[in-house]
């Protein structure tokens, strides 16, 4: 089991980047495949981006497909959230969480809330606040 710490957050302007980090600790980091979610105020945790196992393989949700980048480092045990081009409505605690092993060939086009659900992730950490303002 893997315990998961993310940083990177703080308080931007729009038009600035910001890169996540999501440390792993104890086993197995590199057997998982990962994930980012963020939850804004009032709002439930919704997924953005995730990533296989050995990191060859991403998917994203629509909203952030083509500005958000996802990506992993199984020698330091760290995945990543590169968001550029940050807007007031990215403000959020950002979140990782690991999948279930075994998970890395479902076919989100077909199961798609393997992907997007936040009940799927077992581990999660306890996230970073995001604030973008103008």
């Known amino acids: 089991q893997v315990q998961l710490a993310e940083s990177g957050g703080g308080l931007v302007h729009a038009g600035d980047s910001l890169r996540l980090s999501c440390t792993a600790s104890g086993r197995g980091f590199a057997i998982y495949a990962m994930a980012w979610f963020r939850q804004a105020p009032a709002k439930e945790r919704s997924f953005l981006a995730r990533?296989?196992?050995?990191?060859?393989?991403?998917y994203y949700h629509e909203s952030v497909r083509g500005r958000f980048t996802i990506s992993r480092d199984n020698t330091k045990n760290t995945l990543y959230l590169q968001m550029p081009r940050l807007r007031p409505e990215d403000t959020a605690i950002y979140y990782c969480?690991?999948?279930?092993?075994?998970?890395?060939?479902?076919?989100?086009?077909?199961?798609?809330?393997?992907?997007?659900?936040?009940?799927?992730?077992?581990?999660w950490g306890q996230g970073t606040q995001v604030t973008v303002s103008w």
């Open positions: 990533i296989d196992s050995g990191g060859s393989t991403t």
């Open positions: 969480a690991a999948a279930p092993v075994g998970t890395d060939d479902i076919d989100p086009r077909q199961y798609r809330s393997y992907y997007v659900d936040p009940q799927r992730y077992h581990t």
